[in-house]
């Protein structure tokens, strides 16, 4: 069974940086994109940034230039480096990864949120 756990949310001053970790466990076998996500109180879950198995990135506007998403596929892992932040980037931050577990097709799976609060 897989797993994802994120770590490193709290809470910042505006202007602050912030990096989210996701580490996958199980009986992975490849993992063809990792994915970040968030959802403020009452607003939808909106996708933030997302890295392919052949490290293409992709950034929502609003993140462009202050966020950075990278992967360790060897360690199953995936980063958020949230800098300047702002108090509109509050919000609690969901990974997400297509991967392929041994012996199965591709699928989707997400880890349990790190809440991200900025103080203005």
């Known amino acids: 069974q897989v797993q994802l756990v994120e770590s490193g949310g709290g809470l910042v001053q505006a202007g602050g940086s912030l990096r989210l970790s996701c580490v996958a466990s199980?009986?992975?076998?490849?993992?063809?994109?990792m994915k970040w996500y968030r959802q403020a109180p009452g607003r939808q879950r909106e996708l933030v940034a997302t890295i392919s198995s052949s490290s293409y990135t992709n950034y929502a506007d609003s993140v462009k230039g202050r966020f950075t998403i990278s992967g360790d596929n060897a360690k199953n892992t995936v980063y958020l480096q949230m800098n300047s932040l702002k108090p509109e980037d509050t919000a609690v931050y969901y990974c997400?990864?297509?991967?392929?577990?041994?012996?199965?097709?591709?699928?989707?799976?997400w880890g349990q949120g790190t809440q991200v609060t900025i103080s203005s």
């Open positions: 997400n990864m297509i991967l392929q577990t041994i012996g199965n097709i591709n699928r989707s799976y």
């Open positions: 199980g009986n992975i076998f490849s993992i063809t994109s």
